[in-house]
């Protein structure tokens, strides 16, 4: 029987999986050269499908099929220059590749052994071709994402051909479930989701737990607007996920898992239940797993919109058919979670470290990150940065690393002025902290937290005062309404925010609104309340000058808060008349040919006028 | 978990209300039922209907108020029918750093309509996300489950016109 020709394969012990895994590597020797295209959400939204079929048509016709191969790979990292393809023989990376593209990628660099230098990603004034010299890989520590870029994602042989599935038959053949919870604990891993609390501590409590009914849990539901990590994973490298649960069900002594993902991601549903498919019909989940006599069956359970059910007691809620709402603790989930048992839930990225922290060992793992935060940390780099995009650094690497030499540094001509991270729970870092560590204590000390790893850069065209009204009313949509702090609390606080973006702000609204933060932080049922009133209390303490000028000066310096902008047309205006006939409010007056001007009464400050000009004559301030 | 498609079928109610009920009896047993089958009800009909609140309830014996009470809980179900192209503008933090909210103004002024209406053709219902993980490309909007990128309020008007002739705008030409 040649193993690597077997769709599936029941593996029955260790000593099957022993010799897959030999007969997969053996096979790849001989193998062709490999095309890794990406195929992770952001690069299929630009187009890498129609990339993959140029090259699947080119590749035929120029009768290499024998010789080179395709892969439709997970999430390389680099979204904003995607599609991104990486010629494996000699490391090159393309960026933005369209199908018309391909034709030269061919002949030009496969058949004729040169690159395509218009498709290579420009690092100051020159051209780079390896992917490893590339500022944004190399400045990067790829753990939890070792395997994103390099298999396919529906394909199990891949994983198991990069060691996947030896860190569960280490722990099902060697090792007793104290033995992996010691292993964790020495790790010093924290859980990836936001709060941070010690991985190993919350598996101890829930194997110390009496009943023969367990739960375990994974938390894809990525709220975070901003955060794409665990997208990435789900859809890059789901058997991580799946091992990783695995591994912990054992561990806590759990026979029944759930997947709990958000409904936005139709892509990442569907990888993870062919990658559970795939590991149920080789005997990787299920009964008997490897003739060890463990059971662990997994199933996939959608979110259906709304961010609460990310909180753990809201997510259990939910699965039990119910509205998010979440529940007091304690007790705690480990205690009384799922339908009243004893419950662990940890984050997509948590869970995937997992395989890795057992197959290294945790003393190995602990030597990376900081003295309280171990491990590397998953961030998704948004917003005003050159190159956004997927970014894996070990825990304390400076904010000024991300930004500048991985992320390029800032996209506009404008100047950096803060980095929000951690979501609606989370704060901003000016500017006098770029060199912040990023480690869950010392973002704690700036008035953020490390969250989920979404971390958008913003510029000098940012209202911060606007920032934080946005996060109110993202908490305000969201919140499940249980508790009165957090319903009433974050509508107090957004109608007082609102009226300073509007204009008509006194400066008691201040004090007014740290008051009613402390109230809501210390008073909501779950962590959402609690931290809705992080961006406001960090814009404060970072920004203050601005919402002073908002409220004593009537003045929005970036011209975004709409009340407080004035539109104005400049001498260059030659009358053309176009501004005028798009005011939807008939506020522009002038005869062809004439200067124009705006009635600032009757401005609604729409903005139409501005994106129709095509003179440069009309500005705001 | 069988993944259940729209019916395109041209099917008439009583066709799709059959579907449903075969599709609650096989989830009867599962725990936590409710959640699956009110997603199932969501992608066969469009929408929730009221015979089949009716029929969800008797089935799978859970109060008719529990069971309004989690559709109205959660923003992915809805109990009107919505239109045949569902425009979700993304409005997570990157895309709204990116000026989303312009892209929505831009929508609004084109459909003529506000966020949660449906256009009186019934082609375009306009909703707001709050982020599909695909910040690196952001300002996002999804129509259906098509995800366009970088999107200007100048080019919205293209994108529409082409679910108006049921052509999807070239990706590439996105940016």
């Known amino acids: 029987m040649i193993l690597t020709e077997e769709k599936t394969l029941l593996l029955k012990s260790d000593a099957d999986l022993q010799a897959l895994y030999k007969a997969i590597l053996k096979s790849k020797e001989k193998n062709s050269e490999k095309i890794f295209i990406c195929a992770g959400g952001g690069c299929i939204a630009s187009g890498s499908k129609k990339v993959k079929e140029a090259f699947v048509k080119q590749i035929q016709s120029a009768g290499l099929n024998e010789k080179v191969s395709i892969m439709e790979t997970g999430c390389l990292g680099p979204c904003a220059i995607g599609p991104v393809v990486v010629i494996e023989k000699d490391d090159t990376f393309y960026q933005k590749v369209r199908a018309q593209d391909v034709k030269d990628i061919v002949e030009q660099h496969l058949i004729g052994g040169k690159v395509v230098e218009s498709l290579l990603h420009p690092v100051g004034e020159n051209k780079v071709a390896k992917k490893s010299e590339l500022p944004f890989f190399k400045n990067q520590d790829k753990q939890v994402l070792r395997n994103c870029g390099k298999i396919d994602p529906t394909e199990i042989k891949d994983y198991i051909s990069c060691g996947g599935y030896q860190a569960l038959s280490k722990v099902l053949t060697s090792m007793s479930s104290e033995q992996v919870v010691q292993e964790v604990s020495i790790s010093g891993l924290r859980g990836r989701g936001g709060a941070g609390f010690p991985t190993g501590t919350k598996w101890n409590f829930a194997r110390k737990s009496i009943d023969e009914t367990k739960y375990i849990l994974c938390n894809a539901d990525e709220g975070d607007p901003g955060a794409f990590m665990d997208r990435s994973i789900l859809e890059g490298d789901p058997h991580s996920i799946i091992e990783g649960m695995a591994i912990g069900a054992f561990a806590i002594g759990s026979s029944q898992g759930y997947v709990y993902v958000r409904a936005e991601y139709p892509l990442a549903v569907e990888r993870l239940q062919i990658a559970i498919e795939q590991a149920r019909s080789f005997g990787l989940i299920g009964e008997n797993i490897l003739g060890t006599g463990f059971n662990l069956d997994l199933e996939i359970r959608k979110g259906s919109g709304a961010f609460v059910c990310g909180e753990e007691t809201a997510l259990i809620t939910s699965i039990e058919g119910n509205r998010g709402e979440p529940r007091p603790r304690p007790p705690f989930p480990a205690e009384k979670g799922l339908w009243n048992k004893p419950t662990v839930l940890n984050n997509v990225e948590t869970f995937s470290n997992i395989p890795f922290l057992i197959n290294v060992g945790g003393a190995k793992f602990a030597e990376k990150g900081t003295e309280k935060s171990k491990g590397t940390k998953i961030f998704a780099l948004a917003g005003t940065v050159k190159i956004s995009g997927l970014v894996e650094v070990p825990v304390g690497t400076p904010l000024r690393k991300l930004v500048y030499d991985i992320g390029g540094g800032i996209s506009t001509s404008k100047k950096f002025k803060a980095a929000q991270i951690g979501g609606p729970s989370g704060g901003c870092i000016p500017a006098e902290h770029l060199d912040v560590p990023l480690d869950y204590e010392s973002l704690n000390k700036l008035g953020a937290i490390m969250g989920s790893g979404g971390l958008i850069v913003m510029d000098e065209s940012n209202c911060m005062v606007d920032v934080a009204r946005f996060f109110l009313e993202f908490v305000q949509d969201e919140s499940c309404g249980k508790c009165v702090p957090c319903r009433e609390g974050t509508a107090r606080m957004k109608q007082i925010v609102d009226r300073i973006c509007e204009g008509k702000g006194e400066m008691k609204d201040l004090e007014e609104l740290e008051l009613l933060a402390i109230t809501v932080t210390n008073s909501s049922l779950c962590g959402l309340g609690q931290t809705a009133p992080n961006p406001v209390l960090s814009t404060l303490r970072h920004f203050k000058e601005e919402y002073i000028e908002h409220i004593r000066d009537k003045k929005c310096r970036t011209a975004v808060c709409k009340e407080l902008i004035v539109f104005e047309i400049l001498d260059v205006c030659n009358g053309c008349q176009a501004c005028k006939k798009v005011c939807p409010v008939e506020a522009i007056l002038g005869d062809k040919k004439q200067q124009h001007i705006i009635n600032t009464e009757l401005c609604i400050r729409c903005g139409l006028c501005l994106s129709t000009c095509k003179f440069d004559a009309i500005v705001k301030y | ?175």
């Open chain 2, 1 to 175: 978990m069988a993944k259940v498609e729209k019916c395109s079928c041209g099917s008439d109610d009583e066709g799709l209300m059959d579907r449903l009920v075969e599709i609650i009896f096989s989830f009867k047993d599962k725990p936590g039922a409710l959640i699956p089958v009110l997603q199932a009800t969501q992608s066969l009909f469009g929408f929730i209907p009221q015979e089949a609140i009716l029929k969800i309830s008797e089935i799978l014996n859970e109060p008719l108020s529990k069971v309004h009470g989690v559709i109205t809980f959660y923003s992915f179900f809805s109990l009107k029918p919505r239109g045949k192209n569902l425009i979700r503008v993304c409005l997570g933090t990157a895309c709204y750093v990116q000026g989303a909210n312009e892209v929505l103004t831009a929508l609004k002024q084109q459909l003529d309509i506000e966020i949660g209406e449906t256009t009186p053709d019934k082609m375009f219902t306009l909703d707001v996300g709050r982020c599909f993980g695909a910040c690196g490309l952001a300002p996002i909007i999804m129509v259906n489950d098509d995800v366009h990128q970088w999107v200007k309020p100048s080019g919205v008007k293209k994108i529409l016109t082409g679910y108006k002739n049921k052509k999807v705008v070239n990706q590439e030409e996105g940016k």
